[in-house]
C-alpha cells in the first residue's frame, strides 16, 4: 500500500500564493506518476497537474498553466504544488495522488491512491 499525506492548504487573497506538499509512504516503488487534483463544492474532482518521479515530465490543466508548477524531491518522496496568483475560482479541496499506470496521465481513474485533501480558499 501506499499512503499520501497533504498539507499546505489555507485562506488566501486573490493574487497571492500557497505551496502544497504531498509526503509519499509505503511501497513507494509501484508509483510512477504523482498528480494534484481538485474538487470545489458540487463539482467533479478535476485534473490540476501530474508529474513522474524520475524524469521531471508535467503536465497541467490549461486553468493554471503559468500560474501552478508541479515539483518533486525524490530524497524526501514529497511532490509539491506551488500555486502563484491565485483566483477565487482556485478555491477548492486539492488532492494528492499516485498512479502506477507506468506513465503520465491527467485521468482521475487512472491514479490507485489519493489522500485525504487540503482546503485551499480563495478570498477577493
Known amino acids: 500500500q501506499v499512503q499520501l499525506v497533504e498539507s499546505g492548504g489555507g485562506l488566501v487573497q486573490a493574487g497571492g500564493s500557497l505551496r502544497l506538499s504531498c509526503a509519499v509512504s509505503?511501497?513507494?516503488?509501484?508509483?510512477?506518476?504523482m498528480g494534484w487534483f481538485r474538487q470545489a463544492p458540487g463539482k467533479e474532482r478535476e485534473f490540476v497537474a501530474t508529474?513522474?518521479?524520475?524524469?521531471?515530465?508535467?503536465d497541467y490543466d490549461d486553468s493554471v498553466k503559468g500560474r501552478f508548477t508541479i515539483f518533486r524531491d525524490n530524497a524526501k518522496r514529497t511532490v509539491y504544488l506551488q500555486m502563484n496568483s491565485l483566483k477565487p475560482p482556485d478555491t477548492a479541496v486539492y488532492y494528492c495522488?499516485?498512479?502506477?499506470?507506468?506513465?503520465?496521465?491527467?485521468?482521475?481513474?487512472?491514479?490507485?491512491?489519493w489522500g485525504q485533501g487540503t482546503q485551499v480558499t480563495v478570498s477577493s
Open positions: 509505503g511501497r513507494t516503488a509501484t508509483v510512477y506518476a
Open positions: 508529474i513522474n518521479w524520475s524524469g521531471g515530465v508535467t
Open positions: 495522488a499516485g498512479s502506477t499506470q507506468g506513465y503520465v496521465t491527467v485521468i482521475r481513474a487512472n491514479y490507485d491512491y
